[in-house]
């Protein structure tokens, strides 16, 4: 097998298996929170609704994975669609979801300053469940289009204006309906991204101010708690700004040519999910209600009978 063929499946199967691990990880760790304690709080339902879109986006990974070790005819035309369809709107709501949380955490942490402030931020852990339903009904209607011109790959030439993903093809017919797609896709990730950088540079004001008057801020708990959860929200939010970036360098140069090179669209795929391998890394190692579950659950493991063994032999 060639050598850069092989570097790139073993690169996909990582990320996709790490990835997968992780974010089930998280989700577990969340669910067992939610049983034991009856109720997640806003932050967290947002960080385990975020580690569900990971899953929903790391699905590519594994038909990615297997056609680039050769696997041919992995999908029908309507499997093409559901795992296109899955991926765009676990994609799209990963986005979204990490500029609701960084949104969201801005508007915590904000000093209290009036009337309106104050009922705004008490109104907000009602408003994660609607929020959370608006995401998904928005990005199931923006995303239909991929899905739409989703089909297996045909023996012979790629035709023009398509996406070539190797175990699927995005056949958009014509140059006007390919940088439509591109241009409505690229125009809400460019709002949700800014709003998000927006509400971070927010955020990263209001720590500097906090590490100025570190003393008054930390009389309670409550305070510190907050901004430690902020810290880790502003480093998500970064991670995220860096595989956008190149992921959209990608997208843009992928927009210019009426026929995208497989090399070129396995590049972007790989970018694009880094986020969603990382980032439960990220919450894992920053988050203790997470890490004292999964250290827990690593303590329960029971151990192996030592004395059965020497009765064994």
């Not at 012979?156 to 140059?175: A, E, I, K, S």
């Not at 708690?225 to 959209?248: C, H, P, Q, W």
Request: glycine residues 4%.
């Amino acid at each position: 097998m060639d050598l850069c063929i092989t570097i790139k499946g073993v690169s996909f199967l990582l990320q996709t298996g790490l990835g997968i691990l992780a974010n089930a990880s998280v989700l577990m760790a969340y669910a067992h929170i939610a049983v034991v304690e009856a109720r997640l709080q806003p932050v967290d339902r947002i960080l385990a609704h975020i580690a569900f879109a990971n899953l929903l986006l790391l699905t590519r990974g594994i038909p990615q994975t297997m056609t680039v070790f050769g696997l041919r005819h992995l999908l029908d035309d309507p499997g093409c669609k559901v795992v296109i369809y899955a991926y765009r709107i676990g994609r799209a709501l990963s986005v979204c979801l990490t500029c609701m949380l960084s949104v969201f955490q801005a508007l915590t942490i904000v000093p209290a300053g009036g009337a309106c402030l104050s009922r705004i931020k008490s109104y907000l852990p009602k408003l994660v469940v609607p929020t959370f339903a608006g995401l998904w009904i928005l990005n199931m209607i923006v995303c239909l289009a991929a899905p739409m011109f989703s089909i297996a790959p045909r023996n012979g030439t790629v035709p023009p204006f398509t996406l070539n993903l190797g175990f699927c093809h995005v056949d958009f017919r014509d140059n006007l309906s390919y940088v439509v797609n591109g241009a409505i896709l690229s125009t809400r990730d460019f709002t949700f991204v800014a709003l998000m950088l927006s509400s971070s540079t927010y955020i990263l004001v209001l720590l500097h101010r906090h590490a100025r008057q570190v003393r008054a801020i930390r009389r309670t708990q409550g305070s510190s708690m907050e901004m430690r959860a902020a810290k880790t929200v502003v480093m998500l939010v970064l991670l995220y700004s860096l595989f956008f970036g190149i992921d959209n360098i990608i997208w843009i140069y992928m927009l210019t040519v009426a026929q995208v090179p497989a090399v070129v669209s396995d590049m972007r795929v790989f970018f694009s999910s880094c986020y969603a391998t990382f980032s439960p890394l990220l919450m894992i190692s920053s988050n203790k209600k997470i890490k004292a579950r999964m250290v827990c659950a690593a303590a329960d493991r029971p151990a192996p009978d030592l004395t059965e063994k020497s009765n064994a032999k």
